[in-house]
């Protein structure tokens, strides 16, 4: 079975400062994919970052950075200078290294950026 | 760029009738899936679709559930009489065998309001 937790339910900071959303996640497998997917106010859910289970090796892409510890299964993700824009639910999810398997979702994040 | 494609964007249904929901993915993509948001609540899996039959399901996806790719393009999910709780969104996804971290295209949803 697979399980992704998201501990914080709602985040709010003003605008140019950091934010750090955490996922803590359950598998059996040893090869596993992790994502984050952004859900703006519009509904639709828009792909972000992606990491698979033996790249642990953590970056950065413009104002996303994500930090992968396998050794405490986290897969935190982090948005630096915050914009009003990237207020919206964020989810981490999971999936397992076989073809066509499923995306279990943790229960996201609300982040609240304010001007 | 490809995307996939969902139709209606919102259906609004009286409790006891049918509805029909249509994905149209990618078109190079094997894997179809469905994933249901009832509002405010993280994003489910219902069921995932390959070669012509169902690959895998969730408890959700019960008797009153159907998929079906009925041509080529089309991938349509079936609630056969529908419930106050089927209210939620729900969102098409596709993938392609060969990536190398399965990664899932997802449509923009549809709303579904049942009253």
């Known amino acids: 079975a697979q399980k992704v937790t998201q501990a914080q339910t709602e985040i709010s900071v003003v605008e140019k400062e950091d934010v750090t959303l955490d996922c803590v996640y359950e598998?059996?497998?040893?090869?596993?994919?992790l994502f984050w997917y952004k859900q703006p106010p519009s509904g639709e859910l828009v792909f972000l970052i992606r990491?698979?289970?033996?790249?642990?090796q953590n970056e950065i892409s413009g104002r996303y950075s994500w930090n992968f510890q396998k050794s405490t299964s986290s897969f935190n993700f982090t948005i630096t200078a915050s914009q009003v824009v990237d207020s919206a639910v964020y989810f981490c999810a999971l999936s397992h290294s076989r073809e066509g398997n499923k995306l279990t979702f943790g229960g996201g994040t609300r982040v609240l950026v304010k001007p | 760029e490809p995307e996939v494609t969902q139709t209606p964007s919102h259906q609004v249904t009286q409790m006891g009738q049918e509805v029909i929901l249509r994905c149209v993915p990618i078109s190079n993509h094997l894997y179809f899936y469905w994933y249901r948001q009832i509002l405010g609540q993280k994003v489910e899996f219902l069921v995932s679709?390959?070669?012509?039959?169902?690959?895998?399901k969730s408890e959700i996806f019960d008797d009153q559930f159907s998929v079906e790719r009925p041509d080529g393009s089309n991938f349509t999910l079936k609630i056969r009489s529908t419930k106050l709780e089927d209210s939620a969104m729900y969102f098409c996804a596709s993938s392609v065998p060969w990536d190398h971290y399965n990664e899932q295209f997802f449509g923009p949803g549809t709303r579904l309001t049942v009253l």
């Open positions: 679709f390959y070669n012509n039959e169902i690959s895998e």
């Open positions: 990491r698979n289970s033996f790249d642990e």
């Open positions: 598998t059996r497998d040893t090869t596993y994919y």
